[in-house]
């Protein structure tokens, strides 16, 4: 069989289960490079060195002809550390790469879409990002494969070393910006202004662990683009009480269906849609019933959840 060239990138932790479902696919594309990042078992958890130990065998289980590069941490970073030094290391290793954590089945033409975007737009700095995601419950804008969105997904990706060098987990340039009418000059509506600037400066003051927000606020910062396929190519299939933040079983983004996107019909010219982006911001982002509707989904599962093992529960 034919092995892919593209490297991938595989970021895991202690969810042994989804680890060995997208690992099987990422093994179906057989990659002739694997970097696995791993982060460590938190102190005080119980069972979880036992869980990390056991997901990391999942990926000695490599049986084609490939190299196997690993990035193991013996202690707990975080997520907002683990997964921005991960990535650091990818890019100081390779120049582009394909990027799943452990909770991301892609399509099987997943792949082969983030391998002739990664070579088409390789030297257009203005796109800075490849997604597998469409969260547009079957809106279709474009007769054509995909189109361009300010709005960065990261639930299986790809990018290359020269837009990753932008990327600052600590969001330096925030404080300075968040003065200026940057946010204005990306947002019309002050409601979605004010919706970023309360993100960014959450994220700037460790209120959020993470690091997506800060590689969305590095594109920008670019004026940066990203692809968003027609077609949603990667399911989200962690969501439940082990994740770190998709923690509700039952959200409307759960377990995505997946369509085989086929061959590429390339869009004539880089312009961002419009049209997605708004039906984004007011869907997916600040939408205040949608936020609230959140809130409560989440604390009713972490109730149950509590319930289920046993524990207490609090208001």
Sequence with gaps: ???????????????????????????????????????????GVPGEAELCARTREVVKTVDWECEV?????????????????????????????????????????????????????????????ISGDNFHAGRRYTPYSYFFSRFVHIWGWATWRRAWKHYDVQMSQWQTLRNTNWLRELFERDQDVAYWREVFDKVADHQINTWDYQWLFSVWSQRGLSITPEVNLVSNIGFGGSATHTSDMNHDMADLAVSDIGALNHPLSVERNREADDFEMRHLFARDDRRLYDRIRGKVSRIMNNVASGRKTTS
């Design 69 to 129: 590069v690993t990035d193991f941490s013996d202690r707990n970073l975080g997520c907002r550390t683990r997964v921005s030094s991960g990535l650091d290391f990818v890019f100081a290793n390779v120049e582009e790469a394909i990027i799943l954590e452990d909770d991301c089945l892609p399509h099987h033409s997943f792949f082969p879409y983030c391998e002739s975007l990664l070579e088409r737009y390789r030297d257009n700095e203005e796109v800075m990002a």
């Design 1 to 43: 069989m034919t092995q892919f060239g593209v490297p991938v990138a595989f970021i895991i932790f202690n969810r042994p289960e989804t680890t060995a479902r997208v690992f099987a696919e990422i093994a179906r594309a057989r990659p002739a490079k694997l970097i696995v990042i791993a982060d460590g078992p938190r102190a």
